[in-house]
């Protein structure tokens, strides 16, 4: 079919279609495409977390790399997670960006250690952790080391 003998719907369609894919984001405008990811990947990062505080290890994997999982299994990273911390809250305190793909990510956990040692059983702490989150195949993905 030639374009002249497109109709004005058919024309409109495509003129609409091209105006929303030059209009669509991608990694490769790294100003516009860290702007519009932060808060994407910062609910990522804080579900992934949900996960880890609600003692969903299981949930927790499924947010690693595809690659990352192919070669550790859920078993191996389950044991991770021992019984000594007890994580209670995560909350994202900064996105950063080391590429328009590769994220760092300030994260502040609350967490419970049992020490044997102290008066009370227990201390519970807050930590800034940095994780690592890659962008491919149409997501944010965690990587652990």
């Known amino acids: 079919m ?3 003998k497109l109709s004005w719907p058919k024309w ?3 003129l609409l279609a091209s105006g929303l894919t030059a209009c669509a984001v991608s990694p490769e405008d790294s100003d516009r495409w860290r702007t519009s990811q932060a808060e994407v990947l910062k609910e990522r990062v804080e579900a ?3 996960h880890v505080v609600n003692g969903d290890i299981d949930k927790a994997y499924e947010f690693l790399t595809p690659e990352y999982r192919a070669v550790v ?3 191996q990273y389950r044991g991770k997670y021992g019984r000594a911390l007890e994580w209670r809250v995560a909350r994202v305190a900064h996105v950063g960006y080391d590429s328009p793909t590769v994220a760092s990510v300030s994260v502040e956990v609350t967490y419970r250690a049992d020490l044997p040692g102290v008066r009370s059983g227990s201390i ?3 930590k800034t ?3 690592k989150w890659l962008y ?3 997501g944010w993905w965690y990587t652990a080391k």
Do not use: H, I, Y
Request: no cysteine.
């Open 2 to 4: 030639s374009l002249t």
């Open 12 to 14: 409109g369609a495509l």
């Open 48 to 50: 992934r977390w949900k």
């Open 73 to 75: 299994p859920l078993q």
């Open 124 to 126: 519970e702490t807050v």
């Open 129 to 131: 952790l940095t994780e």
């Open 136 to 138: 491919m195949d149409g």
